[in-house]
């Protein structure tokens, strides 16, 4: 079975923490792709990253990590000091190599206090 | 360009009724994907086009749902004799590539 967790459901923090989201995908499939989306509160999905399966380098992007482990089937993402405007809700998800079914999680929703 | 786009925005209509919304993508995208998410989940496949030929869909796209791509540019989403249960802000993505970028979805609620 395909399948993408997102095991927290809503995380808080005060702004400047950091704070990590977590994915962990079910697959059989040895070649798949991962992503994250974020959903700010206006509602269109925005493209965070996408990473391949044979690629477990860890990737950072301004305040923006993520680390992705084949041995434990996680694929986290990391804000660091985090902002007010990264409140939204974040989705992983998973694409199996030959087939367009995305498949995502349930989000977590992220709230950022001033 | 100005992204994707969706047609209506919101829709309410009774039980029973038919509905049909549609999406402009990215002009040069040749990929186009249609989802529905309901509240407190993420989108849900339902069907995949390239250029005009539909190559995906979703087993949970039931005979009452038909989407269509003529001629590989905008695409439609037809929903025969809504129910209830097809309350459901309904997202058009389109890409190049892996990279997908999301119209702002048209909010269903059947009565």
């Known amino acids: 079975a395909q399948k993408v967790t997102q095991a927290q459901t809503e995380i808080s923090v005060v702004e400047k923490e950091d704070v990590t989201l977590d994915c962990v995908y079910e697959?059989?499939?040895?070649?798949?792709?991962l992503f994250w989306y974020k959903q700010p509160p206006s509602g269109e999905l925005v493209f965070l990253i996408r990473?391949?399966?044979?690629?477990?380098q860890n990737e950072i992007s301004g305040r923006y990590s993520w680390n992705f482990q084949k041995s434990t089937s996680s694929f986290n993402f990391t804000i660091t000091a985090s902002q007010v405007v990264d409140s939204a809700v974040y989705f992983c998800?998973?694409?199996?190599?030959?087939?367009?079914?995305?498949?995502f999680g349930t989000g977590t929703r992220l709230k950022v206090l001033a | 360009d100005t992204g994707v786009s969706q047609d209506p925005r919101h829709k309410i209509t009774k039980r029973g009724q038919n509905v049909t919304f549609r999406c402009d993508p990215i002009?040069?995208?040749?990929?186009l994907y249609w989802y529905r998410q309901t509240l407190g989940q993420g989108p849900e496949f339902l069907t995949y086009f390239q250029n005009e030929a539909q190559l995906e869909k979703s087993r949970l796209l039931s005979d009452r749902f038909s989407a269509e791509r003529p001629k590989g540019s905008f695409s439609t989403l037809e929903i025969q004799r809504t129910e209830q249960g097809d309350s459901a802000m309904y997202l058009c993505?389109?890409?190049?590539?892996?990279?997908?970028?999301f119209g702002p979805g048209t909010r269903l609620t059947v009565l």
């Open positions: 002009s040069e995208h040749n990929r």
């Open positions: 998800a998973l694409r199996p190599s030959g087939t367009y079914k995305y498949i």
């Open positions: 990473r391949n399966s044979f690629d477990e």
């Open positions: 993505a389109s890409s190049l590539d892996d990279t997908q970028y």
């Open positions: 697959t059989r499939d040895t070649t798949y792709y």
